[in-house]
């Protein structure tokens, strides 16, 4: 089975992309060892006003580290860090954003939670999510892997014990599936979003939601079916972050052969006006994106 390394090579990747890729990939061993005796709150929050767990900080400030000493980047953004970080480079260097640990309420129950990560080839990270030159993910659960598109297909590795990755699945492909993942409280959803819910559990949709958007998304890109995390009644843009969670996670679906909306347009179409932007999100099968926002755009 081919490397992350002998992968990124028959891709044709850019060899600068392809040491960042991998020097990235290499903070999975000790961010995963991590998790035994970093786990409590660190008593402090972030710019979006989340609870930061010891964990959450410090993948956080090891990812910064590797990326400023790495003189291959030029800005960097992290859902953890209230401003843009500014790197001196030689030549241009790229632009990164980062959610280092993406559902991290769930790190004391052990469930599977993760890292989402999105590469921009000028250092502009505020630019359209459609121009991203790679998107990637790892996810800790039972197995470590890692999922990444440099708009060559979508490929799945896993992590071995000297910490490097070994392909699991190439040219992963989102099929059409039956499951829905439903983020926010029932109370909050506006009218039409319930009504759309109810239309999914009404065609058989099974609901299967664990609270890490990069997991629930991972079971759609695998099983098919829709993932949202809505505009809320007294909240229009939802909770999860353009930059950090939505860009990212929306490259890998759509060269999967999936979607990203916020119901009423594309989200890779955003230009994002700051870092901290959140957006309401569905994300999922094409055909079932497609019929979402024909049932917005229909709804009275
Ligand atoms: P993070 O742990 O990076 O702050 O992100 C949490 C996000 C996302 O992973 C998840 O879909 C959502 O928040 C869960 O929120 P609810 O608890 O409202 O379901
Ligand atoms: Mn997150
Ligand atoms: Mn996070």
Known sequence: ??????????????????????LLSQQAKP???????KQ???????????DQIELDKWADELLIDVLRKSEMVKTIASEEQSDIIEVFTQDKGFGITLDPLDGSSLIAVNLTVGTIIGIYGDGNILQKGKNMACAMYILYGPLTT?????????HEFVMKDDGTFELLRENLIMPEGKLYSPGGLKKDHTEKHTKFLESLESSGHKLRYSGSF?????????????????????????????LFEAKPIGFIAREAGGEISTGEKDILEITPKSID????????SKSKIQKLEEYMRGYR
Request: hydrophobic share 40%; net charge positive.
């Open 1 to 22: 089975m081919a490397t992350l390394e002998e992968h990124l090579t028959d891709a044709g990747c850019d060899e600068k992309l392809k040491k960042l890729i991998l």
């Open 31 to 37: 961010i995963k060892n991590a998790f035994v005796d």
């Open 40 to 50: 409590n709150y660190a008593g402090t929050k972030n710019m979006h006003g989340d």
């Open 146 to 154: 890692l999922v990444y598109t440099i708009k060559k297909g979508v």
């Open 214 to 242: 990069v997991a629930d998304f991972h079971q759609i890109l695998r099983y098919g079916g829709i993932f949202s995390y809505p505009a809320l009644k007294d909240k229009e843009s939802g909770k999860l972050r353009l």
């Open 277 to 284: 932007q959140r957006v309401p999100l569905y994300v999922g």
